[in-house]
C-alpha cells in the first residue's frame, strides 16, 4: 500500500510541477501583453502631443496624418487588449489548475503519513503484544516451575 501511495505521490508532485511550470508561461504572456497594450497607450499619447503641434504650425495635413495614426493605434490597442483578456483568462485558468494539483498532492502526501502513522501504531501493538506474551511465559514458568 505504502509503495502505491508513495508512486501516486511523485505523480501528484510531477502534475503540480507542470501545472506551476504552465502557469509561470502563461502569466509571462500575460505579462508580454499588458507591456504591449502598454506600449499602444504610449504611442496613442504621443500621436496625441504631436498633434497639438501640428495645431499650433496650422499644418492641415499633419492633422489628418495624425488622425489616421491614432485610428490605426485604436485598432490596434482594441486588438491587443482583447489579446490581453484571453491571456488574463488562460492564466486564471492555469492557476486553478495549479491550486487542483497542490491540493490534489497534499492529499496523497496526507493519505500516505496517515497510512505510516497507522502502520507504526500497529508496529506498536505488536511489540506490546510480544512483550506481553513473553511476560506471561516467564510468569507462568516462574509459578510452575
Keep these: ?3 502505491a501511495l508513495s508512486t501516486l505521490l511523485r505523480v501528484r508532485n510531477i502534475e503540480k510541477k507542470v501545472a506551476r511550470s504552465e502557469f509561470a508561461e ?3 504572456a500575460r505579462q508580454t501583453q499588458e507591456d504591449r497594450v502598454a506600449g499602444v497607450f504610449d504611442a496613442m499619447d504621443q500621436s496625441r502631443e504631436a498633434e497639438q503641434i501640428g495645431l499650433a504650425a496650422g499644418e492641415a495635413h499633419w492633422l489628418a496624418a495624425s488622425h489616421s495614426h491614432r485610428l490605426r493605434l485604436e485598432v ?3 486588438r ?5 483578456q484571453e491571456r488574463a483568462r ?7 489548475n495549479l491550486v487542483e494539483a497542490d491540493r490534489n498532492a497534499r492529499v496523497v502526501e496526507l493519505a500516505l503519513e496517515q497510512y505510516d502513522v497507522r502502520v507504526e501504531l500497529e508496529e506498536q501493538r505488536q511489540e506490546g503484544r510480544k512483550l506481553d506474551e513473553m511476560a506471561t511465559v516467564r510468569w507462568w514458568r516462574e509459578q510452575n516451575g
Design 1 to 3: 500500500m505504502r509503495k
Design 26 to 28: 502563461a502569466e509571462r
Design 76 to 78: 490596434d490597442l482594441r
Design 80 to 84: 491587443e487588449s482583447g489579446i490581453l
Design 90 to 96: 488562460v492564466v486564471a485558468h492555469r492557476r486553478a
